[in-house]
Nanobody, 123 residues
């Protein structure tokens, strides 16, 4: 069974940086994405960034554009989310997702999901 495992979350001060790796247990996928969700709030999981397998195409939510960078290492079957200049509103559980259908911002495009890693940003 394919597994996606995120790591790298933690507590960071505002304007600080974190890098979140997400490793796939078995194979690579056509598209990867990161989403986030604030626990305890009645809000849907929010799209953050996506990338295709070869890394030639990326797309970011407006809220993170210019601060976050998504990248992929197919040799390691790992996708990364580099987060710089973090803000308190970036605090959430970050989820890695992967799929082989469409590249986009919809959660339904991604068949495989990790368990999430918590990012906390102090002001």
């Amino acid at each position: 069974q394919v597994q996606l495992v995120e790591s790298g979350g933690g507590l960071v001060q505002a304007v600080g940086s974190l890098r979140l790796p997400c490793s796939a247990s078995e194979r690579t996928f056509s598209n990867y994405a990161w989403f986030r969700q604030v626990p305890g709030q009645d809000r849907e999981r929010e799209f953050v960034a996506r990338i295709n397998r070869c890394g030639s195409s990326t797309y970011y939510a407006d809220s993170v554009k210019g601060r976050f960078t998504i990248s992929v290492d197919n040799v390691k079957a790992t996708v990364y989310l580099q987060m710089n200049n973090l803000k308190p509103e970036d605090a959430a559980v970050y989820y890695c997702a992967a799929g082989n259908l469409f590249a986009g911002v919809r959660r339904s495009y991604y068949a495989y999901w990790g368990q999430g890693t918590q990012v906390t940003v102090s002001s």
